[in-house]
């Protein structure tokens, strides 16, 4: 990192200056104090750095004084080892991005979930199969089973089958009505009788 540290503090400075000598002075008092920070090069001394007193463990850092970031992970594409790679990767953007974040969760047994993967794009369209590997990425779903699911909840939403939805009418969860009878005398027959006070 190109930082130079004064006075307890680290203050950012160009990268191009890493292994050059700085001269560093303060400027100013109080809330407008200021770090200055002078480069002496063949054409006289130039200030390269301006920052607010840094204190410690909390540096005052410029971010175009930082390199471009180097192509890493991110700029990675999966490449194909063999034919079954090449095929499951054929099926589109999906499984390219399944594939890299299947790897970077852990995820076990890739190569047996994508030759499901490939089971499944001969049974539904290769289309459907690389849309539910795009959306299992997004939503880190790698589960062995994790991918059928999608297919079959996608066709189902998608092929007008009707979906219930809990409400007044349809509910698995018990209704308030046995509460009214709470604390009233029962009749013979078992049932309760008595008005209900507001």
């Known amino acids: 990192m190109p930082m130079v540290s004064f006075e307890s503090g680290q203050y950012s400075v160009p990268h191009s200056l890493v292994g050059q000598t700085v001269w560093v002075r303060v400027q100013g008092r109080g ?8 480069h002496v090069g063949g054409s006289g001394p130039l200030e390269v750095a ?3 007193r840094a204190i410690p ?8 004084h930082f390199p471009p970031a180097p192509a890493g992970a991110l700029e990675r594409r ?3 080892r063999n034919a079954a790679d090449a095929e499951f990767l054929a099926l589109g953007e999906g499984a390219d991005m399944w594939l890299s974040e299947a790897a970077a969760a852990g995820s076990t047994k890739m190569r047996v979930k994508m030759s499901q993967a490939l089971g499944l794009a001969k049974l539904f369209d290769p289309a459907e199969v ?3 590997l795009g959306h299992a990425a997004v939503h880190g779903r790698f589960a062995e089973a994790d991918l059928a699911s ?3 909840h996608h066709a189902g939403a998608t092929g007008g089958q009707r979906h219930h939805r809990a409400g007044e009418d349809h509910s698995l969860t018990q209704g308030t009505t046995a509460w009214a009878r709470l604390g009233k005398p029962a009749t013979e027959d078992g049932t309760v009788e008595g008005e209900v006070i507001a």
Do not use: M
């Open 31 to 38: 809330a407008d104090e200021e770090v200055v920070i002078v």
């Open 50 to 52: 301006r920052h607010q």
């Open 57 to 64: 463990g909390s540096p005052k850092i410029t971010e175009g």
């Open 78 to 80: 999966p490449r194909a």
């Open 130 to 132: 690389d849309w539910a």
């Open 150 to 152: 999608i297919l079959d």
